[in-house]
């Protein structure tokens, strides 16, 4: 593969259980879409441990039951995994990402996504 491809994990969830949160079979830290059985992204995120993320997830988001798979892009810096979120979040229009409802003004213009995020 060369430096320029753009690589991601295709994980089902049951495939999580299995996974060893302390040795996962890929990079902990990146970028994941939650996706339902259509292919459209329910939720956008980045994490530094994908495994210990996904099982956050699993026990507290009503929207869970929807989940059918999981694309994981490894990326261990954090200023990219920032990057990377803000635009897959803007591209794929999750349902479930609240930041996305307050990344876009009503003129169309956008609102960084990590100046909203201190906010919090």
């Given at each position: ?48 441990n994908i495994v210990r993320r996904y099982r956050q997830h699993r ?24 990057k990377l979120e803000t635009v897959m979040i803007l591209r794929m ?25 201190s906010m919090k």
């Amino acid at each position: 593969m060369a430096d320029n491809e753009f690589r991601f994990w295709e994980v089902e969830p049951s495939d999580f259980e299995k996974i060893d949160i302390q040795n996962p079979p890929f990079p902990p830290s990146g970028v994941y879409a939650f996706r339902d059985k259509h292919g459209k992204a329910l939720y956008v995120g980045e994490t530094k441990n994908i495994v210990r993320r996904y099982r956050q997830h699993r026990s507290g988001k009503k929207w869970w039951k929807d989940v059918t798979t999981c694309h994981f892009y490894p990326c261990p810096d954090p200023e990219d995994r920032l990057k990377l979120e803000t635009v897959m979040i803007l591209r794929m229009r999750p349902r479930h990402n609240r930041a996305i409802r307050l990344g876009l003004r009503k003129d169309g213009s956008v609102v960084q996504l990590a100046w909203l995020r201190s906010m919090k």
